[in-house]
């Protein structure tokens, strides 16, 4: 009887095990999306940034990365935490977030005045 508990016990812990790796395998996925989507914001905007304003440096750095955005947000949906809806409500806040972050790069990285 306490054969069967402990091979019982083994079975339910590598049960555990194999429903975690996808779960971590989506995780990765779009931790790696996300990544490549604020690096391809980042080039974008600074390269936006020393030619124009900054708020039109990072509209336009939205709209040159769209394609990466989209990648994280199918790897997002991925999750079987998160459905279509989800992802469609978070995707404005997901903007407005990444557009106030590259708005306060630049001014966290300017030089003070000389004087």
Same mark, same amino acid.
């Given at each position: 009887?306490?054969?069967l508990?402990?091979?019982?016990?083994?079975?339910?812990?590598?049960? @555990?095990?194999?429903?975690?790796?996808?779960?971590?395998?989506?995780?990765?996925?779009?931790?790696?999306a996300?990544?490549?989507? %604020?690096?391809?914001?980042?080039?974008?905007?600074? *390269?936006g940034? #020393?030619?124009?304003?900054?708020?039109?440096?990072?509209?336009a750095?939205?709209?040159?990365c769209?394609? !990466? !955005?989209?990648?994280?947000?199918?790897?997002?949906?991925? #999750?079987?935490?998160?459905?279509?809806d989800? @992802?469609?409500?978070a995707?404005?806040?997901?903007?407005? %977030? *990444?557009?106030a972050a590259?708005?306060?790069?630049?001014?966290?990285?300017?030089?003070?005045?000389?004087?």
């Open positions: 009887m306490a054969a508990r402990r091979s019982l016990l083994a079975l339910s812990a590598a049960a @555990i095990m194999v429903a975690l790796v996808p779960a971590r395998s989506w995780a990765g996925d779009a931790a790696t996300h990544s490549s989507w %604020r690096s391809c914001l980042g080039r974008a905007y600074a *390269e940034a #020393s030619l124009t304003g900054r708020d039109l440096a990072a509209d750095a939205l709209r040159t769209r394609g !990466e !955005e989209s990648a994280y947000l199918l790897a997002l949906s991925a #999750s079987p935490l998160l459905d279509a989800d @992802i469609a409500q995707r404005p806040d997901l903007v407005a %977030r *990444e557009r590259l708005l306060g790069t630049l001014a966290a990285n300017t030089l003070p005045v000389l004087r």
